[in-house]
């Protein structure tokens, strides 16, 4: 494969959230961990799709990847230059060659300009055609994304929102760029429109030799257009390959689970729904080891348990209620007000914390019902530390320990998680044909 032609490497964005001035006195702030150590490289005439939930960091990723964010830490190049080192004037340079798309084709067109003038700005702002020059490629560009340039005089709010997105696509043209970031193009647009845009992008690529990086929060929109996909997760890469070893086993647990939620039935896609317990867990304080584990359906066992997946899982999300859960209501999700819980024997509420997590009476490992049992036991006194100390002894994944790298299972195949780990030193090491087969 070609040299990058841009690549981010050991890239970080955390975002200070320190409220006011009291805060910063203290040197109190909270880091919202947007971009946390991401490397990704885009080649020459490709198109690198970035896929993740949304909040996972892809826009912070895109606009820092073309310093319209400054980054907290690392590099960004362009055909080997470092763009973070960048002086202001230099970066305008560069910023003919690299474009960005925006996810809104309204909101990131101004509304007073014509589509004339919001064409030939960045012709004006770098000084590449004026007059009669300009006027003509403006027309160009309008013909070029498929609009009529005698609509050149018209006002963004008379296009329909694929047309906008078409002004859009023809403002980054302007400058005859390299590289164009485009923040989820398509997620405002009705299906159709959708596609005619993709096919757009498509065929300037083509005419244009350019190279795309594509953000968007669902598989099936980046699937038909990417060469290669990387899956965010919590400001992290958890799966990154070409979009057919994406899209095959071995699977990143959620990459797997975004492949899953593909609507229509998918050709490269035959497994069954997979649903994710809980929500994202914020950024400002991830999960330890590896971000994912808190939601992860294949999340490890300790060894010295054997249980039904399903069961485990379900062990984590108790364990996880009752470290964020200060009262018996929130663990239990009690809302029947004939419960009372004052005076709950402890049968019951055992039975009212196995059907919140749709526990069996008696756990298949009795290693782990042994835990559980005694778990209960504390939180009928109340003594909700204790039941704390124990689970979190009790039920701990080797997943929460060590944040996973990514690692190698094709040529071009890289993904983060413990379930493929070579090193049987490390936690939850099992090689990759045990870890599909124990799913
Ligand atoms: N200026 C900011 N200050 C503080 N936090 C921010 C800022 N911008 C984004 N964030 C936070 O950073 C995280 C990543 O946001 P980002 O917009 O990059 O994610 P995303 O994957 O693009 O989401 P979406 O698809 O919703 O746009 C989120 O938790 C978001 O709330």
């Known amino acids: 494969m070609s040299e990058p032609i841009l690549e981010a490497r050991g890239l970080k964005k955390y975002y200070d959230t320190a409220s006011g001035f009291m805060d910063s006195m203290l040197g109190r702030s909270n880091k919202v961990k947007a971009v946390d150590d991401i490397d990704l490289e885009l080649h020459e005439g490709e198109t690198l ?56 084709p309204f909101s990131s067109l101004n509304p007073r300009m014509t589509v004339g003038d919001i064409i030939g700005e960045p012709l004006d702002i770098h000084g590449i055609a004026e007059g009669q020059e300009r006027d003509e490629r403006i027309y160009e560009l309008l013909e070029t994304v498929g609009l009529n340039p005698s609509h050149s005089h018209r006002y963004p709010h008379e296009f329909s929102g694929g047309q906008r997105q078409r002004i859009g696509i023809a403002r980054a043209l302007a400058v005859d760029p390299e590289v164009i970031i485009c923040d989820e193009p398509v997620s405002a647009l009705d299906v159709s429109v959708q596609a005619q845009i993709l096919n757009l992008l ?5 005419d244009f030799g350019l190279s795309y990086i594509f953000i968007a929060h669902d598989l099936s929109v980046v699937e038909h257009i990417s060469d290669r996909i990387a899956v965010m997760y919590l400001g992290k890469i958890a799966e990154t390959g070409t979009t057919d070893e994406v899209f095959e086993p071995p699977y990143h647990p959620y990459a797997e689970a975004l492949l899953s939620a593909i609507p229509e039935p998918d050709p490269l896609w035959d497994g069954e729904q997979i649903y994710l317990s809980g929500s994202v867990p914020s950024p400002i304080d991830p999960p330890t080891g590896c971000r994912f584990h808190t939601r992860c359906p294949r999340v490890i066992q300790p060894e010295e348990y054997n249980m039904p997946q399903k069961e485990w899982r379900q062990l984590m999300d108790f364990k996880q209620r ?36 749709d526990l069996p009476m008696q756990l298949s490992d009795m290693q782990a019902e042994q835990v559980i049992s005694q778990a209960v036991d504390r939180l009928t006194e109340e003594n909700f530390e204790d039941a704390r100390a124990l689970v979190a002894d009790g039920f701990k994944s080797p997943c929460e320990q060590v944040d996973p790298e990514l690692q190698s299972t094709g040529t071009t195949h890289r993904i983060a998680c413990h379930l493929y780990d070579d090193d049987p030193k490390q936690p939850g090491a ?10």
């Open 49 to 104: 799709g970035v896929v993740g939930e949304s909040g996972c960091g892809k826009t912070t990723l895109g606009r820092t990847m073309l310093r319209l964010i400054e980054p907290t830490e690392g590099s960004v190049y362009y055909k080997g230059q470092d763009l973070t080192e960048l002086s202001s004037s230099e970066l305008r340079d560069v910023r003919t060659d690299i474009q960005y798309i925006f996810q809104d």
């Open 430 to 439: 099992t090689n990759t044909s045990d870890a599909v087969a124990d799913d």
């Open 322 to 357: 009752l470290l964020t859960s200060d009262s018996l209501k929130s663990i239990a999700q009690v809302t029947d007000e004939t419960v009372d819980l004052d005076s709950i024997t402890r049968d019951t509420l055992d039975e009212l914390i196995r059907r919140e997590f």
């Open 202 to 206: 498509e065929d300037l690529q083509e």
